[in-house]
């Protein structure tokens, strides 16, 4: 069983849809995060959670939605995305904020068309 | 926040080569650790190194915190590490932010 697993690893989808992103962590960790990795970009920073909460909100669009509704999970839900959102999505998790390694899921790679 | 840096942007060796990669950051850190993406988008880890120097078969890294950077090196390189290496820091603000990789090539 892999420490963090991301599905769906491909999704495909119209600007009108409504789809989610799911994580989960096998490792204990407190602290999750999702990344956003456009092509050519390094990646950018989405969301952080610590213990459930919120703790890090990178100026994104409300049309991304995180939910962390315990320690082992988190998703991102997405509506009336764009183009431009097209990317591959990377969730991780550490032991807690600051401390010890980030280990990350497999990525969900995301086209809108 | 804090900046990182990496040199270079894109190496093409051929295999059996020897290689170093740089990570320069701006700030003191906490956490710093070293990835390889592969070609299917994966973020591996290859080191948790704050300070010091690790070994990992052909690979080591070191880090030198009172001077801002680390170093990852790579011995007798095979087409299998061929993908992205990225650096990640995180320091008082515990948020960690990636360079913008190295980008290898490895060719038989």
């Known amino acids: 069983e892999t420490g963090v697993t991301q599905t769906p690893r491909h999704l495909v989808m119209g600007m009108t849809n409504k789809k989610s992103l799911k994580c989960e962590q096998h490792l204990g960790h407190n602290a999750m995060y999702w990344y956003k990795q456009s092509a050519k970009k390094p990646l950018e920073l989405m969301f952080v959670?610590?213990?459930?909460?919120?703790?890090e909100n990178n100026s994104v669009p409300s049309r991304f939605s995180p939910e962390c509704p315990n320690s082992s999970h988190l998703f991102l839900h997405l509506h009336t995305l764009q183009p431009e959102d097209s990317a591959l999505y990377l969730c991780a998790s550490s032991q807690a904020l600051n401390t010890g390694e980030l280990f990350f899921g497999e990525g969900s790679r995301l086209t809108v068309l | 926040g804090i900046q990182v840096e990496q040199s270079p942007p894109d190496l093409i060796l051929q295999e059996g080569a020897n290689s170093t990669l740089r990570c320069n950051f701006s700030?003191?850190?906490?956490?710093l650790q070293w990835f390889h993406q592969n070609p299917w988008g994966q973020l591996i880890n290859l080191f948790y190194?704050?300070?010091g120097t690790k070994q990992n078969g052909r690979l080591s890294a070191t880090t030198v915190a009172t001077e801002r950077y680390s170093l990852l090196y790579i011995s007798s390189s095979q087409t299998t590490d061929s993908g992205v290496y990225f650096c990640a820091v995180a320091g008082g603000s515990y948020i960690p932010t990636f360079g913008r990789g190295t980008s290898l090539i490895v060719h038989p």
């Open positions: 190194i704050p300070s």
């Open positions: 700030d003191s850190v906490n956490n």
């Open positions: 959670y610590s213990l459930e909460e919120r703790v």
